[in-house]
């Protein structure tokens, strides 16, 4: 499936303490096409051991969309020295162009590192209450691996009462209604959709 956000390659690597920092998230990940997204991916470890916490889309204002409970695996202190857990969850329509972020946070009992890529920014803040908005943080440079999961989209689809079908999608042309082609960006044209 494809995938939007950053995925490496690694230019360095970071980690957090105990009780400090423990909510960390992207830059914003703008959607490169309309779809269905169904889950998010992040790359960090536990410090010294595995660490409870959840993996978290947030929308472009901060307000936490989705979060779900998560183990991270141990992570060495070095650069690509972590591992990529990946989460489903429930699907959320999306639009080309519609703005996310997406992270994690840790219990404020663990230690967490991470590996980053030149350019770009991400966020930390402490917030050892639970998840809370990805707003306030302090700017650290370069890019954390995070990405959302999504299907493309699949047209326009009504239900008939027992399955989802393809509408037909018309237009006037000055005289009658024609058949009017569904297209999407296939990331080098317009395709039939």
């Known amino acids: 499936?494809?995938?939007?956000?950053?995925?490496?390659?690694?230019?360095?690597?970071?980690?957090?303490?105990?009780?400090?920092?423990?909510?960390?998230?992207?830059?914003?990940?703008?959607?490169?096409?309309?779809?269905?997204?169904?889950?998010?991916?992040?790359?960090?470890?536990?410090?010294?051991?595995?660490?409870?916490?959840?993996?978290?889309?947030?929308?472009?204002?901060?307000?936490?969309?989705?979060?779900?409970?998560?183990?991270?695996?141990?992570?060495?202190?070095?650069?690509?020295?972590?591992?990529?857990?990946?989460?489903?969850?429930?699907?959320?329509?999306?639009?080309?162009?519609?703005?996310?972020?997406?992270?994690?946070?840790?219990?404020?009992?663990g230690q967490a590192v991470w590996s980053y890529g030149s350019g770009g920014t991400h966020y930390h803040k402490t917030a050892t209450g639970g998840v809370s908005t990805a707003t306030g943080g302090s700017a650290h440079a370069g890019r954390i691996g995070a990405y959302l999961v999504y299907n493309r989209g699949s047209g326009v689809k009504r239900w008939n009462g027992t399955n989802w079908v393809k509408h037909p999608v018309k237009r006037w042309n000055g005289s009658q209604w024609v058949w009017h082609p569904v297209k999407r960006w296939d990331g080098s044209k317009w395709v039939m959709h």
């Open 1 to 109: 499936m494809p995938q939007a956000g950053y995925s490496g390659p690694w230019s360095s690597w970071e980690w957090t303490g105990i009780n400090f920092e423990n909510q960390v998230w992207s830059e914003k990940i703008v959607m490169p096409e309309a779809g269905v997204i169904t889950g998010a991916g992040v790359y960090v470890g536990g410090r010294g051991g595995p660490i409870t916490g959840k993996i978290c889309v947030w929308d472009y204002q901060g307000n936490l969309l989705r979060s779900v409970s998560v183990v991270f695996p141990t992570g060495s202190d070095s650069t690509g020295g972590q591992a990529w857990t990946e989460i489903t969850f429930e699907p959320m329509v999306t639009q080309a162009g519609w703005e996310y972020y997406v992270g994690w946070w840790r219990d404020p009992n």
